[in-house]
Every structure is written in C-alpha cells, then in structure tokens.
Nanobody, 122 residues
Framework: QVQLVESGGGLVQAGGSLRLSCSTSGGIISRYAMGWFRQAPGKDREFVAGINWTGGQLDYIDSVKGRFTISRDNAKNTAYLQMNSLKPEDTAVYYC???????????????WGQGTQVTVSS
C-alpha cells in the first residue's frame, strides 16, 4: 500500500530553479532506495538521480551533475530533488520512484508516483 505523490513542478525560465517533493505513505518507505526519473516527449523514460535509504549514497546522470541535488528526510517520509540552473532540455514529466532493493531502483522500481510536469522556457 505504498503511495508516492510528487509536487513542485511548474513553468520556469532557463537558469531558474525548482524543488520537487515526493511524499510517501503506507509502508516501510524509510528503508527504501528512492529516486527520480523523467520522460520528455518522444523519448524514453530515463533515470535522473537516486539515493539509498540512509542518504549516504547518491547517484546522478552526467547531464545533471552539479545542477541537481537529491535528498531525503526519513522522519518526514519525503524525498526531494533540488533543480538549479535549469535548461530547456530538462523539460519533462518527472516521476518519483522507490524500491526496497537499491540494485533495482534504476531499472524497474516497484513503486511510482504519477508524475509532475517541469517546463523550462528558453
């Protein structure tokens, strides 16, 4: 009964910032690996960033390193994606994901949110 709900998406000018939140409930989500994916029009869904259950292991795709930061607050059952220096190519629907196995998070995670739209204007 794990539920993930994203928020924080919207329209922003290139160079601006957004912070996405993923609120969770209904299970032992505090011990799950969590991450963010995105899907742009006409493209496959891609992994963006991941974090293990303790917050001590972070992973990013090269295109967002230095601009995006993933974090989590287990006491609040919430994960975040801080996005700075946004570019038009970051435009996509962003999805929160979670899985009990860190090894499976980046490919076929068990739990997904419904997504939130991020649009970056040039």
């Amino acid at each position: 009964q794990v539920q993930l709900v994203e928020s924080g998406g919207g329209l922003v000018q290139a160079g601006g910032s957004l912070r996405l939140s993923c609120s969770t409930s209904g299970g032992i989500i505090s011990r799950y690996a969590m991450g963010w994916f995105r899907q742009a029009p006409g493209k496959d869904r891609e992994f963006v960033a991941g974090i293990n259950w303790t917050g001590g292991q972070l992973d990013y795709i090269d295109s967002v390193k230095g601009r995006f930061t993933i974090s989590r607050d287990n006491a609040k059952n919430t994960a975040y994606l801080q996005m700075n220096s946004l570019k038009p190519e970051d435009t996509a629907v962003y999805y929160c994901a979670a899985d009990i196995y860190n090894s499976r998070l980046r490919t076929t995670p068990n739990y997904w949110g419904q997504g939130t739209q991020v649009t970056v204007s040039s």
